[in-house]
């Protein structure tokens, strides 16, 4: 059996979310983004954590808003970033946004 990592396009973003369907079982979804996405939108899509999103070279905007995120990281490489929407979350520890130097705060 191949590990999943082996099977990972090098220039792939990957975000782990939870499937509604297990009772008290988190198990991993993994979604295949484009690198060169300047937009992505992540409302109600049940994601629990953030990462690999390094090959995220050209992303102005996301918007994580209605998940389960916990903690805000990995976003130190994000540096095009313009907006970032994380609201209804379950947020406790932010971390890196003061290298995110083009975000804009509304």
């Known amino acids: 059996m ?11 973003a ?7 369907n297990e009772e008290n079982e988190e198990t991993e979804k ?3 983004i ?3 996405s300047e937009e992505l939108d992540f409302n109600h899509s049940r994601l629990t954590k953030l990462e690999n999103l ?5 992303i102005r905007r ?3 808003t209605w998940n ?3 903690k805000i990281e990995n976003l130190d490489t994000l540096t095009t970033l313009v907006e970032l929407e994380l609201r209804d979350n379950q947020i406790v520890i932010i ?11 509304k």
Do not use: Q
């Not at 990957?14 to 509604?20: L, Y």
């Not at 390094?54 to 050209?58: I, M, Y």
């Not at 971390?95 to 705060?105: F, P, S």
């Open 14 to 20: 990957e975000i782990e979310g939870e499937n509604e």
């Open 68 to 70: 389960l995120i916990k």
């Open 62 to 64: 996301l918007c994580f």
């Open 54 to 58: 390094e090959p995220l070279r050209k």
């Open 30 to 32: 993994i979604l295949i």
């Open 95 to 105: 971390e890196n946004l003061d290298v995110l130097v083009n975000l804009e705060y």
């Open 34 to 36: 484009d690198p060169d």
């Open 2 to 12: 191949a590990n999943n990592e082996d099977n990972k396009s090098e220039g792939s």
